[in-house]
C-alpha cells in the first residue's frame, strides 16, 4: 500500500485527485509541518493549526484558482499557502526577500485578494462575484472569515449588501473558534448540516414558498416555524436575514462533515453561509492551552515548547504604556482605556485586572472605538484609545469629525509606528505623522525614548484637547524610565547637543542613530519631541545659527515631520537647505527591523551618508 504523503501536493489539483479517506493523513501532515516551520522561522501558528481540515476541504471541492477563496486577515493561511505550491517557500516565511506572512497578489494566483487587516473578506469576495456574474463566468466565491473578524460593522456592511445582490454565488465560511465544540456538534448535527445545505430541503423550501405566497397568514406561521424549528439545533438565524441560507454549526476538523457539506453548498450556488466551530492550536497541546502564547511566537523548539528568558530584557514601549496606563488610572479616575481587539498587544491586560470597570474591548471596530472615546469626552471623561498605527487608519473619519472637530479630550496611544519588521507593509506604521499634522486641534508627539515616551504620554493626557503619541514595535535604546506623572510643555523641543553649520531635528526613536553622527560631524542635534506644534521659537533661532537642517523620522517623508518644518521656513521666509529623511515613497516589505532601517538608509552609517553627499561642501574644515 502506497502511503500518500504531503510531499505529493504541488497544487490543489494534486490534493483534488486523491479519494477522501487519503485526506485525513494529509491533514496530519499538513498540521506537523506547520508546526515545525513555525517553530524555525516564528510566525503565526495558533490560528493556522486551527485551519487545516478547512483549508483541505476548500481546495478538495472547490476549483481553486478559478473559484475564488478569500482569506480575512489572512494570518491562518500558512496550510493554504503549503497546499498551493509554496512549501519550500515557507523556511523564508516573513523574511526579507522571503514569503509574506499574508495572503498577496503578487506571490501566487491562489492568493485571490490581498488581506492584512480585519473583515474585508465578505466586501471582496462579494466584489469578484459581481464582477463574474457581468462577464458570464461560472465559478465559486469564498470568504473565510474568523469569529473576531465579525465584529466588525463592515463585515455586516457587506452582507448587507450581498443580501439584495441578485444571482451571484458567495459562500460565507464563519471559521468560529471561539465557541467550544459542545455535545450538538456531533453525529446529530453532521446530518443535519448535511440536510440544510442539500438541494431537496433547498428545493421544498422554495415550492413551500411558492405554494404559500397566495396565502400570507399561513406563509408567516410556516417562516416562523421553521426558523423556531432551526433555532432548536443551531444557533440564531441572524445570517438569514441578510438573505443566506444558513447551515452549521459544523465541527471544522471533521473531513466527513466538511467535504459533503461544501460540497452541497456548491451545488447550490447562491448566498450560503458556513458556520464551522475550530480550535485554536488543534493538534498540539501546548498551542491548545495557551493559544494567545503561540499566537505569533518566535523560534521555538516545539518539542519544549516556548520558554520564557531567565536574563531580564529592556522594556518595550508597550509594556512602558501599560505601566504608565496604570499609574494615571490610579491617580485619575476619568481615564478609559479602550482598545480594539488588541488587549494583549497594546499592553492593557494589567488595566483590565486593575480597572474592570474601565476597560473597554470594542471588538475589531476601530470606528466605534473612536467615536466611543469622543461620547465619554463629551461627559467629562479622558479616554485613552490604544492602538495600531496601521488601524488607527480604520478610524481617520471619526478621529476627524467626532473628535477634533469637536476639539474633545481624547488621547491616541499609537503602537507600531514606524517599520514593524516581518509583518511587512500591511502593518507598517508609515502615515500616521502625515495624516495627523494635518488635523486642527491635533497634537501629535514622537518620543525618542522610553522615558519620553511616558513623559510625553503624561502632556498629551493632561492637555485639555486631541492628542497623539506614538511609538515603534519592541523596546527602544533602553532609557532608564522614570515613575512620575509630571509633564513637559506642549510643543517644547530639547537640545541634546550643540553644534556648528548643520542642525540635525530627530523626530523620535532613530534620536540615537543621530546622536551618533551629530557627535562624528560636530552638528547640533534636536529631539523635537512634537511634530505638531513645532517648537517655532527654537527653529527661528537655530535658522540665525546654522546653515543647514536635516530631519529624521521613521515615518514617510512625503507630508511628514519634514515638510512641517519646511512649511514654517517657507511662511517666515527662511531660505536654507533642508534634506529630509525618513520613509521613501513606496511600500516596506517584511524584514527584520534594523535591517530593514539600514537598507533604507536610517541607521547611523545611512544617515551620516547621507548628509555628507548632501552637505559635504558645508561641512569641509575650513
Excluded at 245 to 250: A, E, K, L, R, S
Excluded at 275 to 287: M, P, S
Excluded at 518 to 536: G, H, N, T, W
Excluded at 601 to 612: C, F, K, V
Amino acid at each position: 500500500m502506497t502511503t500518500v504523503t504531503l510531499d505529493q501536493i504541488q497544487s490543489p489539483a494534486d490534493l483534488r485527485s486523491m479519494g477522501r479517506r487519503e485526506l485525513k493523513e494529509i491533514a496530519t501532515q499538513l498540521r506537523e509541518f506547520v508546526l515545525q516551520s513555525v517553530s524555525r522561522t516564528g510566525g503565526h501558528l495558533s490560528s493556522n493549526l486551527g485551519t487545516v481540515e478547512l483549508t483541505i476541504a476548500l481546495h478538495y471541492v472547490f476549483n481553486t484558482p478559478d473559484d475564488r477563496i478569500v482569506w480575512d486577515v489572512g494570518h491562518q493561511s500558512y496550510p493554504h499557502k503549503i497546499l498551493t505550491g509554496r512549501r519550500e517557500q515557507m523556511a523564508t516565511l516573513r523574511q526579507m526577500g522571503g514569503m509574506s506572512g499574508f495572503p498577496k497578489r503578487s506571490e501566487s494566483e491562489y492568493d485571490a485578494f490581498g488581506t492584512a487587516h480585519s473583515s474585508t473578506s465578505i466586501s471582496a469576495a462579494l466584489g469578484m462575484a459581481v464582477a463574474s456574474r457581468n462577464l458570464g463566468l461560472s465559478r465559486q466565491h469564498i470568504a473565510v472569515i474568523g469569529d473576531g473578524a465579525m465584529t466588525a460593522g463592515m463585515a455586516f456592511e457587506a452582507l448587507n449588501n450581498a443580501g439584495v445582490t441578485p444571482n451571484v454565488n458567495l459562500l460565507v465560511v464563519l471559521n468560529d473558534n471561539d465557541m467550544s465544540i459542545s455535545p450538538p456538534v456531533g453525529a446529530l448535527n453532521r446530518y443535519l448540516a448535511r440536510l440544510l445545505s442539500g438541494s431537496f430541503y433547498a428545493a421544498a423550501k422554495n415550492v413551500g414558498r411558492a405554494v404559500l405566497q397566495h396565502v400570507p397568514p399561513v406563509l408567516e406561521l410556516a417562516r416562523r416555524f421553521e426558523g423556531h424549528a432551526k433555532g432548536m439545533v443551531t444557533p440564531a438565524t441572524l445570517f438569514e436575514e441578510f438573505g443566506f441560507n444558513y447551515v452549521g454549526p459544523i465541527d471544522g476538523h471533521d473531513l466527513d462533515s466538511l467535504v459533503p457539506t461544501l460540497q452541497n453548498l456548491q451545488a447550490l450556488g447562491g448566498l450560503q453561509f458556513l458556520h464551522v466551530v475550530t480550535r485554536k492550536g488543534q493538534g498540539y497541546k501546548l498551542a491548545e492551552a495557551d493559544p494567545v502564547l503561540y499566537h505569533g511566537p518566535g523560534k521555538f523548539d516545539p518539542s519544549i515548547g516556548i520558554q520564557k528568558s531567565k536574563t531580564p530584557s529592556k522594556q518595550t514601549f508597550t509594556q512602558v504604556f501599560g505601566h504608565w496606563l496604570c499609574d494615571m488610572a490610579a491617580a485619575d479616575e476619568r481615564l478609559y482605556g479602550i482598545t480594539p481587539a488588541m488587549r494583549e498587544g497594546s499592553g492593557l491586560v494589567q488595566f483590565e485586572q486593575r480597572f474592570p470597570l474601565r476597560y473597554f474591548d470594542v471588538g475589531i471596530a476601530e470606528q466605534h472605538a473612536v467615536t466611543f472615546a469622543a461620547g465619554l469626552a463629551c461627559e467629562g471623561q479622558k479616554p485613552v484609545v490604544a492602538i495600531y498605527s496601521t488601524f488607527l487608519q480604520r478610524g481617520y473619519d471619526q478621529l476627524i469629525h467626532d473628535v477634533a472637530l469637536q476639539n474633545l479630550d481624547v488621547t491616541f496611544a499609537l503602537d507600531r509606528a514606524g517599520i514593524v519588521g516581518a509583518d511587512g507593509a500591511t502593518h507598517a506604521g508609515s502615515y500616521d505623522i502625515a495624516f495627523l499634522r494635518c488635523v486642527p486641534n491635533m497634537v501629535v508627539a514622537t518620543p525618542s525614548d522610553e522615558n519620553e515616551a511616558r513623559l510625553l504620554l503624561n502632556s498629551c493626557f493632561l492637555h485639555p484637547g486631541p492628542a497623539s503619541v506614538r511609538y515603534p514595535r519592541g523596546a527602544g535604546c533602553g532609557a532608564q524610565v522614570v515613575a512620575g506623572l509630571e509633564a513637559v510643555e506642549i510643543g517644547k523641543a530639547v537640545t541634546r547637543r550643540a553644534g556648528r553649520v548643520v542642525a540635525i531635528l530627530c523626530f523620535g526613536t532613530l534620536l540615537a542613530e543621530c546622536a551618533a553622527v551629530a557627535e562624528q560631524l560636530d552638528a547640533s542635534l534636536i529631539d523635537m519631541r512634537f511634530v505638531k506644534p513645532l517648537d517655532e521659537a527654537l527653529l527661528l533661532s537655530l535658522a540665525e545659527s546654522h546653515q543647514a537642517f536635516v530631519t529624521v523620522e521613521e515615518a514617510m517623508v512625503m507630508g511628514g515631520a519634514g515638510s512641517a518644518v519646511l512649511e514654517f521656513f517657507g511662511a517666515h521666509d527662511i531660505v536654507a537647505p533642508v534634506l529630509q529623511l525618513g520613509l521613501p515613497d513606496r511600500f516596506v516589505d517584511h524584514g527584520e527591523q534594523s535591517v530593514l532601517l539600514r537598507g533604507l538608509g536610517l541607521d547611523a552609517a545611512g544617515i551620516e551618508q547621507s548628509i555628507l553627499a548632501r552637505f559635504a561642501a558645508l561641512l569641509a574644515p575650513a
